[in-house]
């Protein structure tokens, strides 16, 4: 096992589970510094800020604490405890405050890791690029679509290095799917179904809440930005995937890792219409976003994939765990992709016999006795006449598992930190994203408005 990937599970171990991602901004900031670029050595450290302090960033921030190249030297976040844990875990020299702006003024900041909640992603991801700095963008790139190309023009505008951090499908794992899809293992692909599913209050974003939540340790008006004005409510600070106002729902949450995997593997653009049904069936509390949803997204058929239909499945109260993470679904096999291995079961459709046809479940042996005796005098003078080859169906399953050394994150931030010192290669930039990430959360759209949802996967626009 490498010494990063030890280093980030004896981190994680140590930090323990903590609450929900919060955000810290304010208003928009004026690019003070577009034209000019900070050239950075192959040599020199990626100095890195995180806006935001919540789980995930601690463990973005932790994988990239181990990480050579890169040195995280400041962050950001409403509530008051989150910054003194930073402290505490990552070095009491970690700047920190409540104001991301102040992360963005400092020059020595060469790169954000934005991990704020869904509703302040656009905004810090354009102001950061204005002011000179590299962004990784958490999942799912946006939460309001206006806010993806408003992101994807700034990236054009500053160059400014941009990658979107649903880092699952890195793993060799999707590399050998992709491959196999490719070599005609399954046939001609026809549906693929994805399951994102959990049974646990954590997982249903119960998070825990600190007994010293208030506005005297959380600055609520930041943490709102651009949302409707509430009066202060911590639920909605340390929960606030159940709400509309600030997150995505299971949609943005985890509908978004199947697509930006599913994209990759089938070199897709996206799909063209969009439908979902769901609510809240188990989780009664007082949550906005369901606990249950499930989406059909129908694909053309392009020159890198046939047409299929995607299902996509999220049920927060599923005692069966939700199965493989995704089955694609040919003609001739299946292939099932799990966590740490792949299946593939090549079952090509045979012949039928003789008798099967006559005898077995057909509508043959509806015909009067005439008209069967002259079908299979027919048939057979067919089979006479022509030449039958013999068909192998060639049936057989196969189990691929990943290295068991392999961390994503390592390897995502790693191409992070090399494209901001200059080797760009990314694939996951802010396009990539939004094209993820919009198919992802219209199932919210069609679930609240009874409606299904035309998308144009090239312009990236609701049609």
């Known amino acids: 096992m490498n010494r990063n990937r030890m280093h980030r599970r004896g981190f994680l171990k140590t930090m323990g ?32 800020a995180s806006i935001g302090m919540g789980i995930i960033a601690f463990e973005n921030m932790g994988v990239l604490a181990s990480m050579p190249e890169a040195e995280f030297v400041a962050a950001a976040d409403c509530y008051t405890g989150r910054l003194a844990r930073t402290k505490e875990v990552f070095g009491k020299e970690i700047f920190t405050t409540q104001n991301y702006k102040e992360l963005l003024e400092r020059k020595d900041i060469d790169a954000v890791i934005i991990n704020t909640p869904d509703h302040w992603h656009g905004q810090i991801a354009v102001d950061s690029m204005n002011a000179g700095k590299a962004v990784y963008i ?30 699952q499908f890195r793993q060799p794992l999707y590399q050998k799917a992709k491959d196999f899809i490719a070599k005609g293992e399954i046939g001609k692909l026809t549906a693929v179904e994805a399951v994102v599913s959990r049974n646990s209050g954590i997982g249903a974003w119960q998070y825990s809440i600190p007994t010293d939540a208030s506005e005297k340790t959380i600055d609520w008006k930041m943490f709102l930005g651009s949302a409707p004005d509430r009066p202060f ?83 927060f109260a599923d005692a069966s765990g939700g199965g493989p993470a995704y089955r694609f679904i040919g003609d001739e096999g299946v292939l099932e992709i799990g966590w740490r291995s792949l299946t593939v079961k090549r079952n090509p459709r045979g012949k039928s016999t003789e008798q099967q046809i006559v005898e077995g479940y057909n509508s043959v042996r509806t015909f009067s006795q005439q ?6 005098k027919e048939y057979r ?13 060639n049936t057989y399953e196969m189990e691929w598992k990943g290295p068991d050394d392999y961390d994503a994150g390592h ?14 290669d990314i ?12 198919p992802s959360i219209i199932p919210n759209y069609c679930m609240r408005e009874g409606k299904v949802y035309n998308w144009d996967p090239y312009a990236m626009k609701i049609i």
């Open 17 to 48: 589970v903590g609450a929900a991602i919060s955000a810290s901004s304010s208003q928009s900031i004026q690019a003070k510094s577009r034209s000019v670029e900070k050239k950075i050595s192959p040599n020199d450290k990626v100095r890195i």
């Open 138 to 167: 958490e999942k799912p790139v946006i939460q309001k679509i206006e806010d993806g190309h408003r992101i994807i023009q700034v990236e054009k505008e500053t160059g400014q290095t941009t990658i979107v951090g649903s880092k």
């Open 233 to 315: 409510d911590a639920d909605r600070f340390f929960r606030w995937r159940k709400y509309w106002d600030y997150g995505t729902g299971v949609s943005g949450d985890m509908f978004v890792h199947r697509l930006s995997a599913l994209h990759f593997i089938l070199n897709s653009k996206g799909p063209t219409q969009i439908s979902a049904m769901g609510g809240v069936r188990y989780w009664y509390d007082n949550r906005e976003a369901p606990d249950i949803l499930m989406a059909l997204l129908d694909y053309p058929a392009t020159s890198s994939h046939p047409s299929f239909t995607l299902i996509l499945k999220a049920n």
């Open 371 to 376: 008209q069967q005796d002259e079908f299979v």
């Open 381 to 393: 003078k067919y089979k006479s006449q022509t030449k039958m080859e013999v068909e192998t169906r």
């Open 411 to 424: 390897d995502h931030f790693g191409r992070f930190l090399s494209a901001v010192k200059g080797n760009n």
């Open 427 to 438: 694939i996951q930039d802010a396009t990539y994203g939004l094209r993820a990430a919009a």
